[in-house]
């Protein structure tokens, strides 16, 4: 089945730098690669998707990249806010099954 | 649209007793996915369901676990008995078969004594 490993687990940064967490995954089916925020105590909310045929999609601050040959994909978030802080989990999806990475856990300081 | 609702919020009971975790998916959606969430195991897909009908129920842990989905709007994971090793937060999604997005609820924290 498929596996999703998320790097790093925890990320600091200070307000306004970027921020780039990484996955990868292993069933080359997958076609559906979501990204989802979770901050304490809520429910993991949507904040940007890739499908297979697309390299690359943004949306304002973030933008998410992927490479199929490689089996690996990006979030990238720029002038990030406090309000960024949380819980980021990337996850593939082939056939409907959507597999989570282990999560980032951002930390962004005024 | 109310979004994924799911009861009670929070649970509390004692080992070996019955627990049944409900949800009412978003309406038009007819995909409904149960998943539980650990620090040790993060997000764990335990069953999913296509217009009613259990798809996929390799995730569920043990013969303890069971669930189901008598109609289009409404689900119940059921464990029985307990076990303090099943508290965790288990969220309720939904999405259409045509567009994976998921939609979670606002999940239910289980803790068995």
């Known amino acids: 089945g498929e596996n999703v490993e998320q790097h790093p687990s925890t990320l600091s940064v200070q307000e306004g730098d970027s921020a780039v967490i990484k996955c990868t995954y292993s069933?080359?089916?997958?076609?559906?690669f979501p990204w989802y925020k979770q901050e304490l105590g809520k429910r993991p909310q949507l904040i940007i998707d890739i499908r297979s045929n697309v390299g690359e999609k943004k949306d304002q601050r973030i933008a998410v990249t992927l490479n199929k040959t490689a089996k690996h994909f990006s979030l990238h978030i720029t002038e990030t806010q406090p309000e960024d802080s949380a819980v980021y989990f990337c996850a593939a999806s082939g056939f409907q099954k959507l597999v989570f990475g282990t999560g980032t856990r951002l930390l962004v300081s005024p | 649209d109310a979004g994924v609702i799911q009861s009670p919020r929070h649970e509390v009971t004692e080992m070996g007793q019955e627990v049944t975790l409900r949800c009412k998916p978003i309406?038009?959606?007819?995909?409904l996915f149960w998943y539980r969430q650990t620090m040790m195991r993060g997000l764990e897909l335990l069953i999913y369901f296509n217009n009613n009908v259990p798809i996929d129920d390799s995730g569920m842990p043990e013969d303890r676990f069971s669930a189901k989905m008598p109609n289009a709007s409404f689900s119940t994971l059921k464990i029985q008995p307990s076990e303090p090793r099943d508290s965790a937060v288990y969220f309720c999604a939904s999405s259409t078969r045509t567009d994976e997005k998921l939609f979670f609820g606002s999940g239910t924290q289980l803790s068995v004594l």
């Open positions: 069933d080359s089916a997958s076609n559906y």
């Open positions: 309406s038009g959606h007819n995909s």
